[in-house]
């Protein structure tokens, strides 16, 4: 719990507590306590006496263990020793980006007068397949968010931006991830080759419209692209749809 600790005086914003809130446990007894109550819960005996008694010994001696898991250039996993609204002690995890990192964005790079929108066909490892989804990545350290930008088009489909249209914030999910993210629309003239080293396949440009029905019917199904597309098309950044007998 050593680093956790120097993690809570480095960064406070991170374990502040709030009236009527899930509380972070800094007494020592309760924390012991909090990782036996877990370890109880998910440790069931198996039958007899050795049995029970090896269970009573985990509780003990391994507890669940708690405070920085595993860390990381991209993220810090958290198992926070906590107190619920209800008076229960537990465990609680969460995953965090580095004390230092800048925001991570999300871009959506648009092609030409009549903003199409760059689709990229990136194959994801938390999933094992294949998403349409737009550029993004993770922030480095002291850079901006134009910064990030221009080196996520450059890394992943060899773009240049002309132009970058901030599109608000966004937390991708606030039940386990404490990383906020930058969307952003970019301009680009053209585009490269993809990253292959990062598992994208092709690059495909799309009228708006496509893109929309393509979250329609579920051809996307990317949070982050979801997102970028509604901010854009409430920026104004998307024109009208030609009606019926429109050229």
């Given amino acids: 719990m050593n680093r956790y600790e120097a993690l809570r005086r480095a960064v406070p914003r991170w374990f502040r ?12 007894a309760l924390v012991r306590r909090a990782r036996r109550q877990v ?23 391994r507890p669940v263990p708690a405070g920085v898991v595993s860390a990381n250039r991209h993220l810090w996993y958290l198992r926070d020793p906590v107190r619920f609204p209800d008076g229960r002690l537990g465990l609680y ?19 030409g007068p009549e903003s199409d929108v ?18 993004r990545g993770f922030g480095d350290p002291g850079a901006t968010g134009e910064e990030n930008v221009a080196r996520e088009l450059r890394e992943e489909i060899a ?7 901030p599109l608000g914030e966004l937390h991708p999910d606030t039940g386990l991830l404490a990383h906020r993210v930058e969307l952003y629309a970019a301009r680009v003239d053209g585009f490269g080759d993809p990253e292959r080293g990062e598992a994208i396949d092709r690059i495909r440009t799309v009228p708006w419209t496509e893109a929309e029905a393509m979250v329609a019917d579920g051809r996307i199904t990317d ?7 509604y901010r854009a098309r409430l920026a104004g950044l998307f024109g ?7 050229e």
Avoid at 240 to 246: I, L, Q, S, V
Wanted: hydrophobic fraction near 45%; charge should be positive.
């Fill in 223 to 229: 949070g982050f692209t979801v997102a970028v597309l």
């Fill in 93 to 111: 995890d969460r995953l965090l980006p580095p004390p230092d990192a800048s925001p991570g964005v999300v871009v959506l790079p648009l092609l």
């Fill in 17 to 28: 507590d709030e009236p009527g809130g899930i509380g972070i446990l800094t007494d020592r």
């Fill in 159 to 165: 773009a240049v931006p002309t132009a970058v249209v």
């Fill in 39 to 61: 370890t109880a819960a998910a440790r069931q005996p198996t039958s007899g006496f050795p049995g029970s008694l090896r269970a009573r010994l985990a509780v003990l001696l």
């Fill in 118 to 135: 760059v689709l990229i066909e990136h194959f994801r490892h938390a999933t094992r397949t294949r998403h349409w989804e737009v550029v």
């Fill in 240 to 246: 009208k749809e030609p009606g019926p007998g429109a």
